[in-house]
């Protein structure tokens, strides 16, 4: 028996260049894990087949699931003949703009690189785990990272210091396709700045971290459930020095430096949304 964390992600910048011929965005994300994160456990099994199971209901357990589509891909790469379950822990919220399904997919690779004796690196894993998802190589690394490239191309960064991270999740589900299916990149008014972002982080200096947010799915978002957009409003009015929406949302994140603080923002938001998660870079 083995198992494998899979981290939840928040983008803390987000930018689209332009679509390429093949239907994917250019893009220049800097991304940040936190500790939030599902549970994988992996029982090898006589059977030479993949078997599922979660402890949220309502998560398909076969093709649909990225960590079928992981393990499938491992054991076709390999040429492995043997029987695996994987149980998944789901506590990452489902659709949500956190990366959970892509988090499982790197943790399942990870996983069975252990349990099969593989031998493969991080770097090998990384560029399997980019057939399956362009946030699955991300999400290999963990930590924070600028992506680029439709998602895939990683440059790592040195840790920073460690900020708290409030989530909040509306009771919503927002499909990722269809919110860059209606992005219009030459209507991008703000472009984040990469450069600017990697400065802030490297100096530790939340207020300027903050000042250089940015996500351009924002508003294509907002516009879809402008109730996103409320509870972002909430997260700064409730006193928090920055926030913004994860990946193609609906989940929105405020960074606070004090966990006291953070605790106080969480309590406020309980009163508007069931899902509130406080968690810090990780
Ligand atoms: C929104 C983010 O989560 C931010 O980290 C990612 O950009 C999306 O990553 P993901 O969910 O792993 O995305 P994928 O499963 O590869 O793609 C889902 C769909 O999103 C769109 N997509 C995704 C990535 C990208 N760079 N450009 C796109 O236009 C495509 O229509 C694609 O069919
Ligand atoms: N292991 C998995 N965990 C969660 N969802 C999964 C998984 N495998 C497949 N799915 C499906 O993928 C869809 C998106 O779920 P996921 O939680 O990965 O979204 P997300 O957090 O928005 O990801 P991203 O930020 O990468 O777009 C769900 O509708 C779910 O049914």
Redesign the pocket.
Known sequence: MWTEKAQAKINLTLDALYKRPDGYHEVEMVMQTVDLSDHLTFTEREADEIALSCTAPY??LDE????YQAAKLMKETFGVQKGIHIH?D?R?P?????????S?AAATLRGLNKVWNLGQSLDQLAELGAKI?S?VPFCMYGGTAVARGRGEKIERLPNTCPMWVVLVKPPI??S?AEVYGRLRTDEIEKHPSTKAMVEALAKGDLRQICAEMGNVLEKVTFAMHPEVERLKSQLLKFGAPGAMMS??GPTVFALVEREEKALRICNALRGFSREVYLCRFF
Not at 64 to 67: K, T
Not at 94 to 102: C, I, K, P, R
């Open positions: 998560i398909p649909r699931n990225l960590v998944i789901k990452i489902v659709a949500a703009g956190l990366a959970g399904g892509s499982d998802g946030d589900a927002v990722t990946g193609s």
